[in-house]
């Protein structure tokens, strides 16, 4: 049977072997959410970067570019991070070059793997069945907030953890744990996750439209990865 396990910051990430195995980027809050979006509504692919001049770069190759620190639009940015912003398709057959405060920098440090997905609710069911299709243990990288461990990208983790239990092992306690977790609060998902130190941030933002979308399950059946070069595409 495949293992699974849980890594609930990038700044833990080094104290997991990645090499042959299927990382999932969780963030939740929103970015892998954004690149779900982004990507069913006709994006054609995303390239992720953890600095933001490198990615502000792109704009000169005709990249629309997104940019978010710490919630809100980084400046000289088109765009944000904002889910909302691509399911009217207006940016369909658009190349997006984006970066956020945690989830590009979780993506960057999961390099060396045998495989990434970007793990979000909106596509949920249709990750966990790809992730059956593959013969490959698995490491959901929580991107979590500025290295601490957060609650939507590890109650994912659970939620994912769990609806693999037939086909995947627990290889540590964290997986464990979140199960745990996730079987007590997942009833009632969008309550419990009110109380997150960044659904609050954001809530103070203005943008509780985005929280409700981030936290919507199996909109899509699109499942997001990255190819060759690293890019974020359909799948």
Known sequence: MRSIEVCFSPKLIHLHEVKGKLVV???????????????????????????????????????????????????????GNSPLAFTNGKYA?????????????????????????????????????????????????????????????????????????DSHTNADDGALAMISLFSKEGPQLSSFLAQASHAKRLQNHGIEADIDFCLSSNLYTQVVGADKKGAMVVF
């Not at 979006?37 to 933001?52: K, N, Q, Y």
């Not at 069911?125 to 790809?130: D, I, L, R, S």
């Not at 593959?134 to 590890?154: M, P």
């Open 25 to 79: 980027v969780v963030d939740i809050f929103r970015a892998t959410s954004t690149m779900v979006a982004a990507l069913a509504h006709g994006v054609t692919e995303i390239l992720p970067f953890a600095d933001l001049e490198a990615c502000r770069e792109m704009q000169k190759q005709e990249y629309l570019i997104a940019g978010e620190r710490n919630g809100l639009t980084a400046p000289g940015f088109e765009l």
């Open 93 to 165: 057959g658009r190349k997006l070059a984006m970066t956020t405060t945690n989830g590009t920098l979780a993506i960057e440090k999961s390099k060396g793997a045998a495989e990434i997905l970007v793990g979000a609710f909106p596509n949920f069911q249709a990750t966990a069945n790809y992730i059956r299709s593959r013969n490959l243990d698995v490491v959901i990288h929580c991107a979590g907030w500025k290295g601490r461990f957060n609650l939507e990208d590890s109650l994912f983790a659970g939620a994912l953890a769990q609806e693999l239990a």
